[in-house]
């Protein structure tokens, strides 16, 4: 099955589509309750060549602007739920979590980890009461897969999104979504970027 995942935003339409806008990849922005945008990949393949082309990994992975955050990332990988986020500080950081079917949590490779009241505490609505032992129940049980866990974390946590994800609701039928296609200008910039760093790598390398 092919990867699934979604970029969770807190912040107004107007600024995601425009953030959107400015990216690699095709999304539909989705305007949900609470204060969240759910930007979801229109298709599997982003804007850029490879290996920059994975349309999901290039959403989950792009800098998080401040007035956009706390911005949490949520990918169904194979059997593993990935989850990052993004806390709103001075210098934004993506910090990540990883669930296994039969183990709960694990360690998300090399990628720099989080705990699970950051995570909380991060996308939690701050009149609500806390959520952290819930969501701690959730991701410490290896029980279930990786749709259900992912379902009753984002129920805990008081935030939207999952239906998208597990297929159960097309972001395209929603009201409200708008589709975002990525400026051209922008994403010739990346490339020439890439290109340069690729061209400084090989040339220290000599």
Same mark, same amino acid.
């Given at each position: 099955?092919?990867?699934?995942?979604?970029?969770?935003?807190?912040?107004?339409?107007?600024?995601?589509?425009?953030?959107?806008?400015?990216?690699? $990849?095709?999304?539909?922005?989705?305007?949900?309750?609470?204060?969240?945008?759910?930007?979801?990949?229109?298709?599997?393949?982003?804007?850029?060549?490879?290996?920059?082309?994975?349309?999901?990994?290039?959403?989950?992975?792009?800098? $998080?602007?401040?007035?956009?955050?706390?911005?949490?990332?949520?990918?169904?990988?194979?059997?593993?739920?990935?989850?990052?986020?993004?806390?709103?500080?001075?210098?934004?950081?993506?910090?990540?979590?990883?669930?296994?079917?039969?183990?709960?949590?694990? %360690?998300?490779?090399?990628?720099?980890?989080?705990?699970?009241?950051?995570?909380?505490?991060?996308?939690?609505?701050?009149?609500?009461?806390?959520?952290?032992?819930?969501?701690?129940? $959730?991701?410490?049980?290896?029980?279930?897969?990786?749709?259900?866990?992912?379902?009753?974390?984002? %129920?805990?946590?008081?935030?939207?999104?999952?239906? !998208?994800?597990?297929?159960?609701?097309?972001?395209?039928?929603?009201?409200?979504?708008?589709?975002?296609?990525?400026?051209?200008?922008?994403?010739?910039? !990346?490339? %020439?970027?890439?290109?340069?760093?690729?061209?400084?790598?090989?040339?220290?390398?000599?």
């Amino acid at each position: 099955m092919t990867d699934r995942g979604v970029l969770l935003l807190r912040a107004d339409a107007d600024r995601a589509v425009a953030w959107a806008r400015r990216g690699l $990849v095709a999304v539909h922005v989705v305007p949900q309750e609470g204060g969240w945008v759910v930007v979801c990949p229109l298709g599997e393949r982003s804007e850029a060549p490879p290996p920059y082309d994975g349309a999901l990994t290039a959403l989950l992975a792009r800098p $998080v602007p401040r007035r956009l955050c706390p911005a949490l990332g949520v990918a169904v990988v194979g059997e593993r739920l990935i989850l990052n986020v993004v806390v709103p500080a001075i210098r934004p950081r993506r910090l990540w979590l990883a669930w296994e079917p039969g183990v709960g949590l694990v %360690r998300p490779g090399t990628l720099p980890i989080t705990t699970v009241a950051t995570l909380a505490a991060a996308v939690g609505r701050p009149n609500k009461a806390p959520t952290t032992d819930l969501a701690a129940r $959730v991701l410490r049980d290896g029980r279930g897969t990786a749709d259900q866990v992912l379902t009753d974390l984002l %129920r805990a946590l008081d935030v939207p999104g999952a239906q !998208f994800v597990s297929g159960d609701s097309h972001a395209g039928t929603q009201p409200h979504a708008v589709a975002v296609i990525p400026e051209r200008q922008d994403v010739s910039r !990346f490339e %020439r970027r890439t290109r340069e760093d690729h061209r400084w790598h090989e040339e220290s390398q000599r």
